[in-house]
DNA sequence: CATGAATGAGTTTTCATTCAT
DNA sequence: AATGAATGAAAACTCATTCAT
């Protein structure tokens, strides 16, 4: 930056960044909302920045492209996720708290995290064409987890736990759109029910 | 008519399946195929025709719009559910076969039929924007079934049957897309582990 | 027409041109109809075939294009046109009766051919290209014919002509859509109001 | 900027009227050319663009639709008429000039709009779906004006005045387009020749 | 005489993206 | 940091017309 373009800076008083930052923010929080509720196709970069009050060319200043922006969306909810699971590290030192409720607070944090963001998930967990890859890895982890459990004996060995486990993702997914976000049920009433179900079965003994 | 000609109508078949019938169910073929792997905004009508070796007017001689042929597709796949779920009447009259077996009669039915029916199951239960309805309908109909067999005492009191027909809705989707479709697993075991978790639990007694 | 043609024919027991000249017929009074109504760009072939209850192609058995069944229809209003005003030779072998009754039949004539002949003369007269060169031909004829009465001296000689003329062929038109098709006047009606302005002004004297 | 620019920015006009506007007067000039010449169907949005030297999608840019911007000519042309029509109060204090100068006024006002907006006048009062409404509009005011005159005594009270209003606005159409826009007459000429026919008739008296 | 099936040649419209300033 | 103005490239759709039978 030259003296020239200080002295604008300065002229216009800028905290710097800020103008900008919170144009691209705008734009962002915007495009989720959109996206999620109409898609990618359906959703215009016209309607975004006019939305946000700024001009056509102010959204490629910030994004290279729709896909740009889409794409950071579904990168916001990958480090939101890893944040999530990342730390929910079940492994080898399991606490003494019963089966149930340890697996109940990994639940019951998945529900709310997509209960506090409804946007993103819905883009990159249920729509976007990484979902698969996200289910994917995220099914993974939870086998993963379900298998130490196994090892310590407390689930049957003739279970098949990646059928298990794609069992719980996909009902998780779907619970969270029928139930959770429709408000018919808390995360904390799904988290029971689900779990007791997947646990125990419903078939009485 | 020379004899070539003949062996032409003949190789052609112009008798059986007028032409414009096969040039209309060819398009559905296609379309389904293209709706299934590229998804509605990727999928082009010149695409289609140019697939199915006609010119673009030709395809608004059968299908109104493209939304009218994907539509058409998605109403394929409804009826063709229809006519399984229709007839799969769970009723009174529950036979003496074992729980287990009985529910895995109606499972297997619907794997196969996603299995046969890859293409439209893609698009209507999968990626159409009414799949959310025909997935209700079919929950619906899911969660009457099991609430025959709680009546019957075979199920437990306290579970909440929606969030059961819920988790086997999602499971088969699940399942379906991860399994079924990959080759990694058949209708029948794929089948057999669902019903087993679902109805027994993980957990070992 | 070959002998075998002959035969077909016979075997169908066709009236000579029958068939093929009632559709032909149906076709000219639908199209009229439809030009009429909506215009020539607005009608499309495909409703007057459809209406007809024949096919596309049957339509150019008869008619070389689209244009060619317009311009038939403006044929025929021309060829009726001309019979019409043809004979009304108002020249120099005036009859006793009075000036305004002599004027009178012929306007009443034309209104009358106008109310009798809608589509036509809207079609003809009114939208199609032609109309103006139409209107100017019948312009000079009732120009002609003022001006016979005006050399008997029936008529001012500071008067021009030309524009009278212009006058009565414009409110000849204007009347016939505005109060003859609305119903709102007879024939006999608007040639008496006409007329007595056109000759004697508003001007109370 | 330098003084080369500074001269473009100049010649161009930079300031006054933005390039955009300049764009959409330039669209809308040769659009009014090309309607009135070529009429709604002959005219294409690539015609009117091209001319304009700019690309297709710049015309969306100004006008929703082909229709829209034939419809904007429409309403030039209304509301010049009413600016022009508004105004002409011809209300009871009646001046003194004599009855033929007064309705010469008016109807040259006419004449004269029309001469210098040939092209809105083509569309919108002879070739429009709405001339037919324009002209009802036209007719009632001209009604209204030719019934303040019969009321003070100018007229004889045996006129049917809506009659005498319809030959009024149809003679005005057709010497417009016959005389006025061939160049055969001038918009005063004109005047006189109508007033005179339609105040005082042809008769000789 | 008649048609089922098909198409050439447009035409409007859309939208992400960029240029010049 | 920002925008007014513009566009390349496609896409869906239409319709008069014709071919083969």
Same sequence: chains 1, 2, 3, 4.
Avoid: C
């Amino acid at each position: 930056m030259n003296s020239f373009e200080v002295l604008i800076v300065g002229a216009r008083g800028r905290k710097k960044g800020s103008d900008g930052e919170r144009s691209r923010k705008l734009m962002l929080q915007i495009a989720a909302e959109e996206f999620a509720q109409n898609g990618f196709y359906h959703t215009k970069v016209g309607t975004i920045v006019s939305r946000a009050g700024v001009s056509q060319p102010a959204f490629y200043l910030y994004f290279s492209s729709k896909e740009a922006i889409y794409q950071e969306l579904i990168d916001q909810f990958n480090i939101k996720l890893e944040e999530l699971v990342g730390n929910s590290r079940l492994d080898s030192d399991i606490e003494p708290s019963s089966l149930s409720e340890r697996i109940e607070v990994g639940l019951r944090a998945i529900f709310t995290f997509f209960e506090k963001n409804q946007y993103i998930t819905k883009i990159a967990f249920i729509h976007s064409d990484q979902a698969y890859k996200i289910k994917e890895g995220l099914t993974a982890k939870i086998e993963g987890n379900l298998r130490v459990e196994q090892e310590y004996g407390y689930f049957r060995a003739d279970i098949d736990l990646s059928i298990a486990a794609e069992i719980v993702i996909s009902s998780i997914e779907r619970l969270t759109i029928t139930q959770l976000w429709t408000g018919k049920s808390t995360a904390e009433d799904i988290t029971k029910d689900m779990v007791q179900i997947i646990l125990n079965g419903i078939v009485k003994k």
